[in-house]
């Protein structure tokens, strides 16, 4: 069989183009061990109320028993949607979502002042309880899930410290957010409802593995942002402003996506120069679903740039715009076993770039791989930290609430993470399990909220 001389060309500069990619975003052990060290050095700082990119939140919010009785609304608000659930905790660990809506948050919403939010969040409120047929003598309690970095004062206060995940409200430092939201249910003579507890969701996740499993210790996201919490010891938290905290186990959330001693590539930077918050939120810009499908779109790009893909059809430039390329066409691509890849020819179609060739298509799929291999070893070496945390010795089973889109529909993220654990941490990985706890910003929020009214 002959070959054409430019097709040998551009097998052996892909050959090393894929190598370079390998190379600049493989992490090794070594790497990982250091960043795990890295990490568990900021967890300790951030408790102490040392400068740290971990802020390492009090919550207020303690474990379950499993017997928490009664109906709640949850609230969950996290980025791309408001969920608003009428839960019913049945005790004996049982948990019934009675009803459940769901609303697009809109980019407007997420622009200008924080009381055009909160009036969209308390009229999408009012909606549901006429389809619930709440009548406005029923009293009932809110769990509110705000899945943003917040300080909070008590298990109902908490001061917003910045907003993450490209929401761009003028006001920023010091919004109450309980506050604001009582004030928008005010407005629209929602008086019978009263928001009981305000937590992360992390904090969701976790309490509702840990309303049935008694192993549960930390909870974590990996959605389209990324963040942890775990239980950990009052007399650890020696920050300044925190005082009188009861001796039962104490649930820090992280704010994990804030750390940021990583080794970023020139693609990663490209990211964080186009985002609304330069310097900030590095891990989840080089982990979560709103980033992972960017870092792979600027990679792409570069690919065409160099015409490693479209050879054929240089002047397509799709991947150009922010935003073409998501993590979900990430999860299709990289699940796409087909012989001709399919699915990342359909991918390709819809994002309305020009038509490959095979080997274009294949060095597609081994970019996004080695992209999303990245981001689980991140997270391995992160999580491997939290439980060095709570555990030195690994005398105990520890179980991780994981909750998020991108865990429950990449195709080998978990099985990734796993495997760079067991690298890690030998034999002591089994005592590792990580358990997909769908809902658990809604479940959750009914749970915190019946611990704070119990
Ligand atoms: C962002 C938020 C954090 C949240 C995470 C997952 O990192 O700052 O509070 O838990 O996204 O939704």
């Not at 791309?80 to 660990?93: D, F, H, K, P, S």
């Not at 991780?400 to 067991?422: C, N, Q, T, W």
Request: a positive charge.
């Amino acid at each position: 069989m002959s070959i054409k001389v430019s097709d040998f060309l551009y097998r052996v500069s892909n050959t090393y183009f894929i190598q370079y990619l390998q190379e600049i975003f493989d992490i090794d052990l070594d790497e990982m061990r250091e960043i795990q060290k890295d990490f568990l050095s900021q967890m300790k700082r951030g408790l102490q109320g040392k400068e740290s990119p971990l802020k390492m939140l009090v919550t207020y919010a303690h474990m379950p028993d499993g017997n928490e009785r009664g109906s709640f609304i949850a609230l969950d608000l996290g980025g791309t949607n408001l969920r608003i659930l009428l839960v019913e905790l049945q005790g004996a660990g049982k948990v019934r979502m009675v009803k459940e809506k769901r609303v697009t948050i809109h980019k407007r919403h997420t622009r200008g002042k924080a009381a055009k939010l909160f009036g969209f969040i308390a009229r999408s409120i009012e909606d549901f309880m006429r389809e619930c047929r709440i009548k406005p003598y029923m009293k009932i309690n809110i769990g509110f899930t705000f899945s943003f970095p917040v300080k909070q004062l008590a298990i109902n206060r908490g001061k917003l410290m910045h907003w993450t995940k490209d929401f761009a409200i003028t006001e920023e430092e010091g919004l109450d957010v309980v506050e604001l939201l009582n004030c928008a249910l005010t407005k629209r003579n929602l008086h019978n409802l009263k928001v009981a507890a305000l937590l992360n969701d992390t904090v969701g996740t976790l309490v509702t593995r840990g309303y049935s499993e008694h192993d549960c210790d930390a909870g974590m996201i990996l959605g389209t942002g990324t963040n942890a919490c775990y239980i950990e010891k009052p007399s650890n938290i020696t920050k300044a402003h925190i005082k009188g905290l009861k001796k039962k186990g104490m649930i820090v959330n992280i704010e994990w996506g804030n750390f940021d001693k990583l080794r970023l590539t020139e693609y990663d930077r490209a990211i964080d120069k186009e985002s609304g918050n330069i310097g900030m939120q590095l891990l989840e810009k080089t982990v979560s679903g709103k980033y992972l499908g960017e870092i792979v779109r600027v990679t792409l790009k570069d690919l065409a740039r160099r015409k490693f893909i479209f050879s054929l059809y240089p002047q397509s430039r799709p991947f150009d715009k922010p935003g073409t390329f998501n993590a979900e066409y990430l999860s299709r691509i990289e699940a796409d076993s087909s012989s001709d890849l399919k699915q990342v020819a359909s991918v390709f179609k819809e994002i309305g770039a020009a038509p490959t060739v095979l080997a274009e298509r294949r060095l597609v799929k081994n970019t996004c791989g080695i992209i999303s291999r990245r981001a689980a070893r991140i997270i391995a070496s992160v999580l491997t930290a939290v439980i060095f945390k709570m555990d030195p010795y690994f005398l105990k089973r520890h179980v991780v609430a994981v909750d998020g889109s991108l865990y429950e529909k990449h195709p080998f993220f978990s099985a990734h993470i796993l495997e760079a654990m067991r690298e890690l941490l030998g034999k002591r990985a089994d005592k590792i399990t990580l358990e997909l706890t769908k809902d658990g910003s809604g479940k959750g929020a009914a749970i915190v909220a019946a611990i704070s009214t119990g």
